[in-house]
């Protein structure tokens, strides 16, 4: 983004300070890019459970492509169904909180966790209720994300 502020810049002084109107644009966009944000805590945990709400809404659709809406949605997406191995240790201790939860008659609900200090971890739970009423965890749609791409996002909205 610096290089492209220099280059308007430099653009600016070659054009004699005449721009266009599509110049300035980009020289204010630029600027904007360049703005320092500053967001709480709070409000970065409320927009990750914004953009994973958001991914969930695709990911119920008939038959979603996953790797289409990551992709697009700019995040990491994993499934995971309870008694499988291949998910990360904070995915196994998450579906395990889920199955104890339900147990102890807890509703479930979706959640969001900081992972270190640069990714949110937005987990769903999927559940089905039975004929006899009875609850079942079918797995969890863990959907991973940057902090700094979500704070970036927020700058723009």
């Not at 600027?31 to 990750?48: N, Y």
């Not at 959907?143 to 723009?156: A, E």
């Amino acid at each position: 983004m610096k290089k492209s502020w220099v280059l308007l810049t430099v653009l600016l002084y070659a054009c004699g300070g005449s721009l266009s109107d599509e110049q300035r644009k980009q020289m204010r966009d630029a600027r904007e890019q360049q703005a320092i944000v500053k967001v709480t805590d709070s409000e970065i945990l409320d927009a990750a459970f914004v953009k994973g709400r958001d991914v969930m809404t695709r990911l119920n659709q008939r038959n979603p492509d996953t790797a289409k809406v990551a992709v697009e949605e700019g995040v990491n997406i994993h499934w995971l169904a309870p008694g499988k191995a291949h998910g990360l240790e904070i995915e196994q201790q998450l579906i395990e909180a889920y199955l104890n939860s339900m147990l102890s008659g807890v509703p479930l609900q979706d959640n969001v966790q900081k992972i270190g200090s640069d990714s949110l971890l937005y987990t769903s739970p999927v559940v089905i209720t039975r004929a006899d009423s009875s609850i079942e965890v079918k797995g969890t749609w863990n959907v991973w994300m940057s902090k700094r791409q979500l704070i970036i996002s927020m700058g723009k909205h």
